[in-house]
């Protein structure tokens, strides 16, 4: 998977669902944030394995994190993007 296809998809869904998300790439995974308060949403890795990516979240260690204890979480990248406007944890800081 190219990384300005993950750029496109990610521009693409924050569109359908009304904006207000920005990104960065960063080490070769995509950082998602709030635009309005700049406030850390999620990290986006690709796993090198069609278009899986892998999950983290901005802890209240202040650092990005994996969702689940047991070695993260991996989807393909549009069911990340809609785990990630379902799930809580990722908007704790917005």
Do not use: C
């Not at 796993?47 to 994190?65: A, I, K, M, P, Q």
């Amino acid at each position: 998977m190219q990384y300005d296809d993950i750029a496109a998809r990610i521009e693409a869904f924050d569109d359908a669902n009304g904006g207000g998300v920005g990104y960065y790439e960063d080490k070769g995974a995509y950082h998602l944030y709030l635009l309005e308060t700049e406030a850390p949403i999620a990290r986006l890795k690709p796993t090198g394995n069609g278009d899986e990516v892998r999950l983290g979240y901005w802890s209240h260690r202040r650092r990005w994190e994996d969702v689940d204890d047991m070695g993260g979480v991996v989807l393909p990248l549009d069911e990340a993007l809609e785990f990630i406007a379902n799930e809580g944890v990722f908007w704790t800081w917005t």
